[in-house]
């Protein structure tokens, strides 16, 4: 499916270019415009006297083509993307909602004003030594 979106984001940026050109070679409306300044009588010596009509047609089929590939790689970037189906989401939920239901009892060798977490001093800031070891204890 990468290879599928990759080769239609190249005919959408073809795609592209084509219609930049072909708007760029329209005759402008009352001889003025953007389409007299970059040339806008070529397209009388490309396709002959009646190539509005032509390079009209083919502008409206080039813009379709762009609106149809826009829409179709979107929908197929979302797919490639965020492939996480409803069963994958339910089972997330219900794994995060075991752990946060049942929290773990104290054990009977922690004193209980260890259980609850109190507003711990700013002094003791560093990782707990393990036990055993011969670390000072302190800063």
Known sequence: MNFLAGILTFVLIVNCLLLILLVLVQLPKKDA???MAF???TADALFGAGSGNVLTKITKYATGILLVLAIL???MQDRIYHNTSGVTFEKM???KQSQTRAPQPASATQPAAAATPAAKPVDNLLPP???GS?????K
């Open 73 to 75: 790689l979107g929908y």
């Open 93 to 95: 939920v219900e794994m």
């Open 134 to 138: 011969n670390a000072p204890a302190g």
């Open 39 to 41: 040339g806008g009588g």
């Open 33 to 35: 415009g953007a389409g």
């Open 129 to 131: 030594v393990p036990a």
